[in-house]
């Protein structure tokens, strides 16, 4: 049940068309904000301030968490490993009871694609030195997504669902922070 939830919100995500108010802004203009609940307005052009290119093509998304990692997860056995339909790329989910999280390794396209799609999207700081945001929208509150810039045309993207009734873990832009963390890791040591 939380797995369709989970593709159906996937689904809404990418194919979203819902106009929201504001100020109308250039295609290459977001508007991101911060912890501190701050707005700003930030070009929404890739970085060229990876530390180098990592492709994602020949990658194993299942592979990247270390099973050391899994308990800060809750994750309690080995991931699915599928293609992820929106974006015709790799991907791996862990279930759990009333969580989930997913890895999906996106060769389609770069991190700017985001800009054009109706989400909020906030300016995180870097992981392993590759630019990373994170994204929350409308369609499923309980998740939140972090996508790490890897390479032209190539981001990690990382889906975190907490468990609604665990107070214990992190809120869940911090959790899918913390899993893309987690992967970059395994990613940079390859």
């Known amino acids: 049940m939380l797995f369709s939830t989970m593709f159906a919100a ?3 995500l990418v194919g979203c ?7 109308p802004m250039p295609d290459d203009v977001t508007t991101t904000s911060s912890k501190s609940g701050s707005t700003s ?20 998304p299942c592979g990247l968490i270390p099973q050391t990692d899994w308990p800060r997860f809750h994750i309690e056995r080995p991931g699915q490993v599928g293609e992820n339909p929106n974006f015709g790329s790799p991907q791996c989910y862990y279930p759990g009871t009333d969580a989930g999280f997913n890895i999906t390794l996106v ?6 694609a ?19 945001i994170t994204m929350k929208n ?15 045309g190539q981001h990690l993207l990382t889906t975190a669902t907490p468990d609604p009734h665990d107070p214990d873990q992190p809120e869940k832009c ?11 890791k395994t990613l940079v040591a390859s």
Do not use: H
Request: glycine fraction near 4%; include cysteine.
């Open 107 to 112: 060769v389609t396209e770069g991190v700017k």
């Open 114 to 132: 985001w800009t054009s799609r109706n989400v909020e999207i906030e300016d995180v700081p870097p992981i392993e030195g590759f630019p990373t």
């Open 41 to 60: 307005t930030t070009s929404a052009e890739p970085s060229d301030k990876r530390p180098r290119d990592v492709n994602l093509g020949d990658k194993d």
């Open 138 to 152: 409308n369609v499923d509150e309980r998740a939140c997504y972090a996508a790490v810039d890897v390479a032209d």
């Open 17 to 23: 068309t819902q106009t929201s108010a504001g100020s």
């Open 174 to 184: 911090d959790l899918a922070y913390q899993l893309a963390e987690s992967a970059m």
């Open 10 to 12: 996937a689904v809404a």
